[in-house]
Each structure stands twice: as C-alpha cells, then as structure tokens.
C-alpha cells in the first residue's frame, strides 16, 4: 500500500491558495483560530479573496491582517464588532460584507459540507437580513431561504492529528473547524501535535483523514487554542 503523507509546511500548503479564491477560516475570535496558517496567508500576497469566518480578529492582528495588507474582496460572516476596521473599509466602498446570523452561518457550513444547496430557517424573517430573500410558509410559519457555504480552500485548527490527517480538537476549538473542514475543495490543518498513524482512539477522532488535505505543525503552541 501507497504511505499517505500530507504532513507540509505552512508556506508549502498555503501554495494552492489563488487570487480571488474562497478561503473558510476556523476559529472564534483567539479560540481554535490557526494562526500560523493565516500569517502564511498574510506572506503570499493574495488578493481579491472572499473570507468567511466568524469574525476578522482585532485590527492588523490575525485575520485583521488579511484586510490591512489589502488581501480581502469580501466578508462573509457575523461577529465584526471586534475590528472597526472593517465597519471602515466597508463604508469606504474597499470590500463588501455580507452578514448572516450566527446559527444560520454555522448551518449554512455544515449544509455545504453535505450536499445540501439550501435550507429554510425563521432566523433573519422579518428583518434588514431576510427581505430580499425568497421565504415560504410552513405551517403557517414563515422561513427564509438561506443557501448554504463552500470555499475553495478551508484553514482549521486541530489539537492532534496521526500522519493520515485523522483530527482531535481541544474543548471550544471545535467551534467552526469541523464543518468548514467538510465544506471546502481542499483543507488545511493546523495542529499542536501529529502522533503515529494509529495511535489515535478512534471515538475520539471528530474530522476524518478524508476531509484533510495537509497538515501542518505548529511551530509556537499558544494558548489560544
């Protein structure tokens, strides 16, 4: 048999990122964010891109890096408070923004990791969010048309991972990697820690092997896991 190997490093799999791609990235606000795959990101230069993620960090640090080097097309995601950057790139017509509610974002992911084009949810009816939308009744309830969420690359954050890309994640930093790893064309992974190739329980493995493109070791664990 063939030896899988998808262990990289960050600048080598952050090669398949192109200007104008749909980059998913893990993470809320500190918590299971992969920071050293963003950095990577930061140093290619790309441009044009669509990021959706939860929120875009703090101004010039992490994902807020991303928008002050002039990399980001577009926004799609909800928790933007943290960053006045982006309120002001947007109000100076440099990005668009496209806001969709917490639940609904993280449903609209995992739709797209399974095949599902689109789903109707009451979340947004009514409001600024939903009024442009195609909505239906069901019994005698009114729900918005939310289409789901695809990337062409996705940036995750694992706690362990053995050499085939089988992932662990630590407490909270399950948040928003284990879908957006299902939703993207090619996955990167960023772990604290790659053990043997069957070592792992596998009642504790949360993304499988298959979902995993590459894999990346931390060089400086942090706290924020």
Not at 66 to 89: C, E, F, M, R
Request: hydrophobic letters at 35%.
């Amino acid at each position: 048999m063939r030896k899988i190997d998808k262990i990289s490093t960050a600048e080598r799999a952050m090669s398949v990122v192109k200007d104008g791609d749909t980059v998913m990235i893990g993470g809320f606000g500190l918590r299971g964010c992969p920071f050293e795959l963003i950095e990577a990101l930061v140093n290619t230069n790309k441009k044009d891109l669509t990021i959706i993620s939860n929120d875009l960090g703090n101004s010039g640090a992490g994902l807020g890096k991303l928008l002050t080097n002039k990399q980001v097309k577009k926004l799609i995601g909800n928790y933007y408070t943290w960053n006045p950057d982006v309120s002001n790139a947007y109000k100076r017509g440099e990005i668009d923004v496209q806001l969709i509610p917490q639940g609904t974002f993280a449903e609209a992911i995992r739709a797209g990791g399974v095949g599902i084009p689109g789903f109707y949810t009451m979340t947004s009816e009514g409001t600024t969010l939903g009024e442009t939308k195609d909505t239906r009744v069901f019994d005698g309830k009114r729900y918005v048309l939310e289409r789901s969420l695809r990337a062409d690359v996705a940036l995750i954050k694992g706690h362990k991972s053995d050499g085939l890309g089988n992932i662990l994640y630590y407490k909270v930093s399950r948040n928003f990697n284990p879908l957006m790893a299902m939703a993207a064309k090619i996955t990167i992974a960023q772990v604290e820690e790659i053990v043997k190739t069957g070592s792992m329980d596998p009642e504790c493995i949360v993304t499988p092997h298959v979902f995993i493109d590459y894999i990346v070791k931390e060089v400086d664990n942090n706290e924020c896991r």
